[in-house]
């Protein structure tokens, strides 16, 4: 691709949020638009996820933006005009206290006030959503239909084809190096591979945010955090349709519709640790939750096992909107819910970028709220 010395708006990152905000904002009219990503596309964090999908959440604002991900995913291949691989299981979150439980009835609540219809399953129904679990000391479950799983490369490269159609530039091996700021505001973007002047800068850069955000004289407390996942070989479809998924158990599995299992758990202590590597302390522990959940699988070999970034914040939630630097912006910070999120992520910060209104009111994602101690704890994640 011809290289480009100006463009309205510049993006960094070719990441499942990068690349549906630029897909969004050449939908919205601003086709002349470049994504910069240092490595190639879903070479980050959105290649090694679980691509799991739910609004099933305990915040108000990750529930609007869950159901908003579902309304959308439902309609992205005819959207996008290629797969994006969606498999609507459900999920079917297992609570293993009392108290745990009151929880997650307490989310549901949330969640059917605002149209999500999540419910509370016995175990006898849990098994026929789930036809392996054994789950006889879980104490409650909940459970969603519409959630699920889609696949992160068919999905991002489907964005990423549909904005290039709409006229968005991609560079890959593109690393952006520096960010001009002149009289307070964005106005371009150093990279390896030249300059490009621009309207308008977005930070899509995953757990190396914090850095992006530097080059334009912005702090964000943001970091990575190693988690491990490994998928099995094929077996008969049918062993674990949903996204089983337990916050106390810290685990999550799922079939993908030819047969193999994909399942993984969160590091203990949840350290900040940007080393991609994988431990047999994850095989030993993972094969042990697996056998435990789904005893008649338990003979399964695994096919590959690996580690990916999740892009943390200090609340777990999100960070996207303009700082401090005018026409400089974030949208990062996802946690281990960036997938999900990235299509109404994509679509909300484009339509502020070409001065729509919004679908969802993400003010309260603005960066400067952990200054002002003004945290959004999300309960539902491991
Ligand atoms: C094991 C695991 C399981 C997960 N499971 C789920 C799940 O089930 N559901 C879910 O929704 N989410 C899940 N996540 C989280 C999800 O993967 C992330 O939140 C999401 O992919 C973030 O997308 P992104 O585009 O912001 O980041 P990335 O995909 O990391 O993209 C950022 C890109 O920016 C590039 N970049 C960085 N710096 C620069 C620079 N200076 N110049 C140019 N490019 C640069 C990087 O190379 C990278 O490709 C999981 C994550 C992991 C690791």
């Not at 175990?123 to 992160?152: K, Q």
């Not at 009111?361 to 101690?373: E, H, I, N, P, V």
Request: glycine content about 12%; proline content about 5%.
């Amino acid at each position: 691709m011809k290289w480009k010395n100006k463009a309205d708006v510049v993006i960094i990152g070719g990441g499942i949020i990068g690349t549906a905000t630029a897909y969004n904002l050449a939908k919205f009219g601003r086709k002349d638009v470049v994504v910069l990503e240092k490595g190639t596309v879903c070479g980050g964090s959105t290649g090694r996820c679980g691509a799991g999908i739910r609004a099933q959440w305990g915040t108000e604002m990750n529930c609007r933006l869950g159901l908003a991900c579902l309304d959308i995913f439902e309609q992205l291949d005819s959207e996008l005009g290629m797969p994006t691989g969606l498999n609507q299981g459900g999920y079917l979150l297992v609570a293993y206290s009392e108290k745990e439980f009151e929880n997650l009835k307490k989310g549901m609540a949330l969640q059917n006030g605002l149209g999500i219809k999540s419910r509370a399953v016995s175990l006898p129904e849990a098994r026929e959503i789930c036809p392996a679990l054994d789950a006889s000391d879980a104490v409650g479950f909940t459970y969603h239909a519409r959630d699920g799983h889609a696949d992160p490369f068919l999905t991002t490269f489907a964005y990423l084809e549909a904005a290039k159609r709409l006229g968005v530039s991609y560079f890959k091996n593109t690393e952006a190096t520096g960010i001009t700021v002149k009289g307070n505001k964005a106005v371009g973007v150093d990279t390896t591979k030249g300059h490009i002047d621009a309207d308008a800068v977005v930070n899509c850069a995953g757990p190396y945010a914090q850095y992006v955000a530097k080059l334009g004289g912005i702090d964000i407390p943001n970091w990575g955090e190693r988690h491990e996942a490994l998928i099995t070989e094929p077996v008969d479809p049918g062993v674990c349709p949903p996204m089983l998924m337990s916050f106390s158990g810290n685990y999550y599995i799922q079939q993908r519709p030819h047969g193999s299992i994909i399942c993984g758990v969160s590091p203990e202590g949840h350290p900040q640790d940007f080393k991609l590597r994988a431990t047999r302390q994850f095989i030993t522990h993972m094969s042990a939750v697996l056998k435990k959940m789904l005893p008649s699988v338990k003979d399964i070999r695994v096919v590959r096992h690996w580690s990916g970034l999740y892009d943390m914040t200090p609340d777990g939630s999100p960070i996207i909107g303009e700082t401090d630097v005018k026409n400089f912006y974030h949208s990062t910070g996802y946690s281990g819910h960036g997938f999900m999120l990235g299509p109404i992520a994509g679509r909300i910060l484009a339509q502020r970028l070409t001065g729509n209104k919004p679908d969802i009111d993400f003010s309260t994602l603005d960066y400067r709220r952990f200054a002002r101690g003004e945290l959004i704890v999300e309960p539902n994640i491991t």
